[in-house]
């Protein structure tokens, strides 16, 4: 058995204190690794079942062909890990706004980060995904874009991420994808039919899925929502 709690890192970034620690759970009897965003819990791998599913449910939905992938947010590495997991990527390239985030996984600090770091097919990149959507120039389309930064389409980590899920965010969006492109993005809650609707104004195809999982602390069922456009 590991220790019971471990700060493998901390680091002061713009977005304030981040802390990167690892501690053993007695439910789930293993190590549960944990991001701290100043007093927030941001992430954890305590639930990783939508994050997977992000990769899977919009891969599945994208042409039948190679596949270069953007991911919007780096986190753990669930999501990106997913990707790699397809055949048909050729390339997968992840934003990260955050640049102590893409250290832990070059430095290999969590169990997955070498089998997302040692594979040619990807590009870890340091950079803001909303502002990489406003860019006027477009310089490279993919086939698939995911994206699990914001708790909700409407609980943000930031305000400044708030006009990305507008009609005319979701139309830059759009802009940066191939055509059959698809759009898949993580929630923490059950989908809002407003956002829903809006999606609906910009691509010709829009589902909403609910993503349950077994929730050890509750002894119950919980689930997230991964909504899908093309």
Do not use: C
Not at 36 to 46: A, C, K, P, T, V
Not at 107 to 125: F, Q, V
Not at 155 to 172: I, K, M, N, T, V
């Amino acid at each position: 058995m590991s220790a019971r709690l471990v700060e493998l890192d901390w680091q002061r970034t713009p977005m304030g204190e981040v802390t990167l620690r690892r501690r053993f759970d007695p439910l789930l009897r293993q190590d549960v690794y944990e991001v701290i965003l100043g007093d927030e819990h941001l992430m954890s791998s305590y639930f990783t079942v939508a994050e997977i599913e992000l990769a899977h449910l919009g891969l599945d939905l994208a042409p039948d062909r190679e596949l270069d992938v953007l991911v919007g947010g780096l986190g753990l590495g669930y999501t990106a890990r997913a990707v790699l997991e397809h055949d048909r990527v050729r390339s997968l390239v992840v934003l990260e706004a955050i640049d102590v985030v893409i250290d832990w996984h070059v430095r290999g600090l969590l169990p997955i980060s070498a089998e997302i770091t040692a594979d040619p097919r990807t590009t870890l990149e340091l950079g803001d995904f909303f502002a990489h959507v406003r860019e006027r120039e477009v310089t490279r389309r993919f086939d698939a874009i995911l994206l699990d930064v914001d708790h909700t389409p409407s609980h943000h980590l930031h305000p400044s991420h708030a006009p990305f899920y507008s009609r005319e965010g979701l139309q830059q969006l759009k802009d940066h994808l191939t055509p059959g492109g698809v759009f898949a993005l993580w929630s923490d809650a059950l989908p809002d039919a407003a956002f829903t609707a809006v999606l609906g104004e910009v691509f010709e195809e829009v589902r909403a899925e609910v993503v349950p999982f077994d929730n050890p602390r509750t002894g119950g069922r919980s689930s997230n929502s991964i909504y899908l456009a093309r």
